[in-house]
């Protein structure tokens, strides 16, 4: 078993015209927890949808576990994605279910469990988010944070080998987001997993990293351990890290000069 | 002007290409959803959950729109028969025009604005909030446990409706042509008897409502799954469910007509 989980290698990826990845190649290791962090609009939330297999570069390879995943079968991949957790931006959970059901959705559809084993299984998942006292609301009546960490309960629902938490910080208070924190810590620790991390919260992220990834501009800029990259030399990621406005990162989604737009007219 | 020629021939051939790239997208979507149907087997509750919402939401509007025309169609008979002494064919005249032709239509268009868009409505709202990724990052396919279920409910609800409205229409029209206008009961009911015909006239208005709801269901369910997730992008494409299925009964309609009663 090689120590690294998620292979990446010389992905493109465009969104019609515009290049989103332009060979951009990772290694995310088995154990720990990976963030990978980079300015809105990068294309992270693409990246772990490559890595579920839910779009199709238009060139390179993304093995997870040692599986090619553009490469499986549909059943396979399936397969694959039940040993995947993932915690989208949205939460993205069933409306017309309970907070309870929905935790239960992945073990009733994937396990033979006895409905009391599941019960036992929910309450835990949902205590260890906080939200067990919100089992029988309806996702509609939970605010954006909380149905965060519903969400959270949801994907680590199978005991998955690793877990792809989209903005897990954004929407939180500084109590929840402290606790969410932790939390992340300690579920990685506690189930041994691969956890990557997609945020751009970088003290919090950079607090409860093993390894950090930038990516900008369709590349990886730098890679390395949380202490290396605050004394980084570069000024990219310097901008980044201490969150400077003006640097080399641009702030603006790709334009013409902004006097160009305002004196064509049209 | 040349140059506005070729950007309209242009337009054209975009546009073209783009109907029958939906259309194939369409096909392909329908063979996984039928495919899809197959898994209902070791899951019928999610199949009798849909029929609720599909088929026994949409009773109430069958019923109290198949009682008026019914009724209607009594007084419109009536008054056209009797300047003819032949106002005992109002029994048959109804029965006949209902099980050929309203009830399937009626019950598919009604079926369409009350259910079709809903269903629109709440694919498309699934996939505007991500659920439908969300499953399939779960690895459940949507197509087996959102698309499948809400297809079948809608394919085998459609029938039923029609044979309810065009019952509840007959009713209707027994009530306005004995009741109100002081027919005789055993001439409104004996003439159907004998002129109706199981094949002809019964046969064939289901053969119509089983089309009608297979077209109907398949478009709703493909605009929902299909839509632009965006509020704007998921009304266009609950209007687009109701315009083309509406067009699409109406002329699939004079299409099993011209076959089934051509001589
Ligand atoms: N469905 C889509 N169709 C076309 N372009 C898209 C689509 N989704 C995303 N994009 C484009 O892809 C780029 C990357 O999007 P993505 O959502 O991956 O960014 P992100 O890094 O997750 O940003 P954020 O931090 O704001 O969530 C964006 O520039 C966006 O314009
Ligand atoms: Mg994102």
Redesign the interface.
């Known amino acids: 078993m090689s120590d690294i989980l998620v292979k990446i290698r010389d992905l493109h990826f465009s969104r019609g015209n515009r290049k989103i990845f332009d060979g951009l190649s990772m290694d995310i290791p088995r154990q720990g927890i990976t963030a990978i962090m980079g300015p809105s609009g990068t294309g992270k939330t693409t990246l772990l949808k490559l890595m579920g297999g839910q779009l199709r570069p238009d060139s390179g390879s993304v093995e997870v576990d040692g599986l090619n995943v553009h490469q499986l079968s549909t059943k396979k991949l399936f397969e694959l994605r039940k040993r995947m957790g993932m915690l989208f931006q949205s939460g993205a959970l069933l409306t017309d279910l309970t907070v309870f059901e929905n935790v239960a959705y992945p073990l009733r559809e994937h396990t033979q469990l006895n409905d009391a084993m599941i019960r036992h299984l929910v309450l835990l998942k949902l205590n260890a988010v906080g939200l067990r006292g919100a089992a029988e609301m309806s996702p509609s009546e939970l605010s954006g944070g909380m149905a965060r960490r519903v969400a959270l309960a949801r994907a680590i629902a199978l005991d998955p080998m690793m877990v792809m938490y989209d903005e897990p910080f954004t929407g939180q208070d500084p109590i929840s987001m402290g606790v969410l924190v932790s939390l992340i810590s300690e579920l990685n620790s506690a189930l041994n997993i691969c956890s990557i991390v997609v945020s751009h919260d970088v003290p919090e992220t950079m607090s409860i990293a093993d390894h950090v990834h930038i990516i900008s501009a369709g590349k990886v800029i730098e890679s390395g351990s949380p202490a290396s990259l605050e004394n980084s030399e570069s000024a990219w990621t310097h901008q980044f890290v201490h969150g400077d406005a003006d640097g080399p990162v641009p702030f603006h989604y790709p334009a013409k000069p902004l006097l160009d737009d305002l004196y064509t007219g049209s | 002007m040349f140059n506005g020629r070729l950007d309209l021939l242009q337009h054209i051939g975009a546009n073209t290409l783009q109907r029958f790239r939906r259309l194939g997208r369409g096909s392909l979507f329908l063979f996984d959803v039928v495919v899809g149907c197959a898994s209902l087997i070791s899951r019928p509750g999610l199949l009798i959950k849909q029929l609720y919402s599909v088929g026994v939401q949409t009773l109430l509007i069958i019923v109290v729109a198949g009682l008026f025309v019914g009724m209607v169609m009594a007084l419109q008979s009536y008054y056209a028969l009797v300047d003819f002494g032949a106002e005992d064919s109002v029994g048959v005249m109804v029965a006949l025009s209902l099980l050929r032709e309203l009830g399937p239509v009626i019950t598919a268009l009604l079926f369409a604005g009350r259910a079709g868009s809903a269903l629109t409505a709440e694919i498309g709202l699934?996939k505007a909030?991500?659920?439908l990724?969300?499953?399939?990052?779960?690895?459940?396919?949507p197509m087996k446990r959102i698309i499948a279920p809400r297809f079948l409910a809608g394919f085998l609800s459609m029938p039923l409706l029609a044979t309810i409205f065009s019952a509840v229409g007959v009713m209707g029209a027994y009530v306005v042509a004995v009741e109100f206008l002081g027919l005789d009961s055993g001439a409104f009911w004996s003439q159907p008897q004998n002129k109706v015909d199981l094949y002809l006239d019964i046969y064939n208005g289901i053969i119509k409502s089983v089309v009608f709801g297979f077209v109907a269901t398949w478009i709703a369910v493909f605009e929902g799954y299909d839509c632009v997730p965006t509020s704007e992008g998921l009304g266009q494409a609950t209007t687009r469910t109701v315009v083309h299925s509406s067009l699409a009964i109406l002329f699939l309609d004079f299409v099993l007509t011209a076959l089934m009663f051509a001589k």
């Open positions: 699934m909030t991500e659920q990724s969300g499953m399939e990052m779960m690895a459940v396919n």
